[in-house]
């Protein structure tokens, strides 16, 4: 009896390690637990190609994936065959990190590169998705569409849109989220509560290749943010068309910055400065006096003549002596 007791007992504990082992490996193969910043954490499902955004163990995002074009094709990461996981350090403008990619494949498919910069000092981090094949020729690239939550679903909630330039007298805008409310900001986005000033900021850093877009739907049942290059409005871009196509072997979409911040001027100061430091100026530093102008639409519209514009650089010049003490001003 003591034998077959000692058998049973071996053989529930080989069955039990056998369990936790496949669990382990389950684990490791189809989830990944992506650290960012000082609290901050994403949980990424490899097989559904989903993931869930924390800070300080707050749910931010949830169900976000990455979706592109090639050509008018729309290709769904949660569509492809295999997965694969890696990352490698980097070290750049913004300290030491990690850039992880998630690597999808699927025959007849460009392959999908979802990658993902953290670093251990920033308490937001950055997202791209590029496709890699022959011939690809695409005009939408998102990185990140996904669900998000409202501060304590508080009613005081607003989407941030801003212009993408000031013609026509367009201007910023702070939408009230409410149920059926649809905002595209240009370059970057900021859902915020009025009230306690917690704000999700979301933008793009990089602007030479890509017009990118940061989407927000507010619903009863659920709020939506894309954030993806390839924008394009007659309205806010001046664009009468679609977004012009980028072709080639690889095509990588604009760098999105990521945060959720205890306050929106912080978040979008941050989001300012990362801009800085991943476009860093290309052109020398102007030492001399500052340069100014004049609006002549403002007043004189149509009715330019040599004499109206010598009596506006009178004005100036008698009236406007003040500006020349201004530090760096030349008029």
Request: hydrophobic fraction near 35%; glycine fraction near 8%; charged fraction near 25%.
């Amino acid at each position: 009896m003591v034998f077959f007791k000692l058998c049973r007992e071996a053989l529930f504990l080989f069955v039990s390690l056998v369990f936790v082992s496949r669990l382990d490996s389950f684990a490791a193969t189809d989830r990944v637990d992506i650290l960012y910043g000082k609290n901050g954490m994403i949980k990424y499902d490899l097989n559904s190609g989903k993931m869930d955004i924390y800070l300080n163990g707050k749910l931010i995002f949830y169900n976000g994936y990455a979706q592109a074009k090639n050509n008018d094709e729309l290709l769904y990461v949660q569509n492809y065959k295999t997965h694969n996981y890696s990352k490698k350090t980097l070290s750049d403008l913004f300290g030491k990190g990690i850039k992880h990619t998630i690597e999808y494949r699927s025959p007849g498919l460009p392959i999908i590169k979802h990658c993902i910069y953290t670093y251990p000092a920033k308490d937001y981090f950055f997202i791209e998705i590029t496709l890699e094949g022959k011939n690809l020729k695409s005009n939408y690239l998102a990185p990140l569409i996904a669900g998000f939550k409202n501060d304590e679903n508080d009613l005081n909630n607003r989407s941030l849109f801003v212009p993408f330039d000031n013609d026509a007298w367009i201007r910023y805008d702070a939408k009230e989220c409410n149920d059926g409310m649809e905002n595209t900001s240009s370059e970057v986005g900021a859902v915020y509560n009025e009230n306690s000033g917690n704000a999700i900021v979301a933008g793009s850093v990089e602007h030479m290749v890509w017009k990118s877009g940061v989407a927000t739907k507010a619903s009863y049942t659920g709020n939506k943010l894309e954030a993806f290059s390839g924008y394009s409005d007659k309205d806010v871009t001046r664009d009468q068309r679609f977004h012009g196509f980028i072709e080639g072997d690889v095509i990588r979409s604009a760098k999105f910055f990521v945060g959720y911040f205890d306050d929106w001027r912080t978040g979008l100061e941050e989001y300012g400065k990362a801009n800085r430091k991943a476009e860093v100026p290309y052109i020398f530093n102007w030492n001399k006096a500052t340069p100014i102008g004049w609006n002549s639409w403002g007043a004189l519209q149509t009715n330019i003549t040599y004499s109206n514009a010598t009596r506006v650089v009178d004005f100036f010049a008698d009236s406007l002596s003040g500006f020349r003490k201004w530090k760096g001003c030349l008029c």
